[in-house]
């Protein structure tokens, strides 16, 4: 099955003012919707990373997709890493280098990039990931079968999220021309985030609740965390991410401030071996809190440390940049073999990255937390699927049993989307711009901050 056209479009999405240790989201976020088209005209759809970078690595690897077998995703991915004959050994390969010698003309360099919330990333892994998610999508529509089985097959019908809560400026995102209404309000204290969780539980149905921390000092982020367990209970489990904002002593005091009331402790530091000397500190106050991570372990590279360390028990992948759907099957392998945990990362995203974490889930047997969607802060109005929105019921998304991902595109929505894009401005995120911008001019990302 020969791919005759790879269709990239960028879109932009009315996102929330949302605060991180990053900074603020911007009015827009920036998504990439990839289409594969075979000979006989069947498509296949992903969602990746947006703006520029990300739709430029995609533009370069056209030369390597366009009359590909769809199947032929091995070498796909070992031309997309631009040494088919030796392909780096995942625990050798240097990602931090700048180019690799390179056989092919055509091939992208290894580049790495730093995104808001994901540590390092390997261009050409998240490039071949959208290609893969795509194909995948392709081949179950031209075969008549769901993604996940084309991964192995189900273990679960059902796919469970964790709301994902942040501090928030007031606001629903969007440009001045285009503001959407703030169905969330403000949130900056802890009152007002029992109020944001209250709604999201009330709307989507969550069991499992993160807030994302490394905004205010660590006493008002204890006590929202604290407010939280008091308003839903000790039965809902909490976590709480501050991007690595934290000292290892402060990571150890929040910790110890918090026992019992969290299911884990992610990324409180920045290292794998800071989040050691945590995990430490905790153990020996005979505090057993996970710690999980999404910063400090961002592809295979870093597995072989995750296991000799032992700090990190959880491993929040992502198939957008680990290397697609079938590097997650496989991660999961891993990581039960090795006894470590596995759940889900998010960044701001649409329906269609959504459904692609729905099938991987099913395929998933180890996926032992519910994982975490930017979902919920996206508007309706900005969906790009047929039918709109992915229904949630009790906290979870149903795995779709027709072809494929389940999903086609709504053309207008998409080109509503692209539209967005070419007025909006924005060609990569940059919080820490719109902080200053918004909040403080002098405001910059400073890790650890407390
Ligand atoms: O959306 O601001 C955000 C998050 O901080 C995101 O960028 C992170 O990648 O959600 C992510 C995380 O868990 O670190
Ligand atoms: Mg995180």
């Given at each position: 099955m020969k791919i005759a056209e790879m269709r990239l479009t960028p879109i932009a999405m009315a996102d929330p003012p949302l605060l991180s240790s990053y900074g603020l989201h911007a009015p827009y976020a920036l998504r990439t919707i990839v289409e594969l088209v075979s000979e006989d005209g069947l498509v296949g759809i992903a969602e990746t990373h947006g703006g520029a970078g990300p739709l430029g690595d995609l533009e370069r690897a056209r030369p390597l997709v366009i009359g590909r077998n769809a199947f032929d995703l091995a070498r796909l991915r070992l031309a997309i890493e631009g040494d088919a004959s030796n392909p780096p050994h995942p625990a050798t390969a240097d990602v931090g280098a700048a180019a690799k010698t390179d056989p092919d003309p055509n091939a992208l360099p290894a580049q790495t990039y730093t995104l808001p919330g994901e540590g390092r990333l390997d261009a050409p892994l998240r490039v071949y990931a959208a290609l893969e998610v795509a194909a995948h999508d392709l081949i179950g529509r031209a075969i008549g079968v769901p993604v996940c089985d084309l991964l192995?097959?189900?273990?679960?019908d059902e796919v469970p999220f964790s709301a994902y809560l942040f501090f928030k400026q007031a606001g629903g995102g969007g440009g001045d021309d285009d503001a959407r209404a703030d169905r969330w309000g403000p949130a900056l204290d802890p009152s007002a985030i029992v109020a944001q969780a209250r709604q999201m539980i009330a709307e989507y149905g969550f069991g499992s609740v993160k807030l994302k921390g490394g905004v205010f000092p660590p006493a008002q982020e204890i006590a929202a965390m604290l407010a939280l367990r008091d308003a839903l209970g000790p039965d809902t489990p909490l976590r709480i991410d501050p991007n690595a904002a934290w000292t290892v002593p402060t990571a150890i005091r929040v910790g110890t401030a918090l026992a019992g009331a969290l299911e884990y402790l992610e990324d409180p530091t920045p290292t794998l071996a800071s989040m050691a000397r945590v995990r430490h500190g905790l153990l020996e106050a005979g505090i057993d809190t996970p710690l999980a991570s999404n910063t400090s372990v961002t592809s295979f590279a870093d597995v072989p440390d995750v296991v000799r360390g032992g700090a990190v028990g959880v491993i929040l992948s992502d198939h957008h940049y680990w290397g697609g759907l079938r590097a997650i099957v496989q991660l999961g392998r891993l990581c039960e073999t090795f006894g470590v945990g596995l759940s889900m990362h998010s960044n701001s995203h649409l329906g269609l990255s959504l459904l692609a974490m729905v099938h991987l889930a099913a395929a998933t047997p180890h996926l032992t937390f519910a994982s975490d969607t930017?979902?919920?802060?996206?508007?309706?109005?900005?969906?790009?699927?047929?039918?709109?929105r992915v229904p949630f019921t009790n906290g979870a998304v149903r795995v779709p049993t027709g072809p494929g991902l389940g999903a086609t595109l709504d053309r207008d929505a998409l080109a509503r989307g692209r539209e967005r894009y070419d007025r909006c401005g924005y060609r990569n995120r940059d919080d820490a711009a719109e902080m200053r911008r918004h909040i403080d001019p002098a405001w910059r990302r400073v890790v650890p901050r407390w």
């Open positions: 192995g097959g189900r273990v679960r930017h979902y919920p802060w996206q508007d309706g109005a900005d969906e790009i699927l047929d039918g709109g």
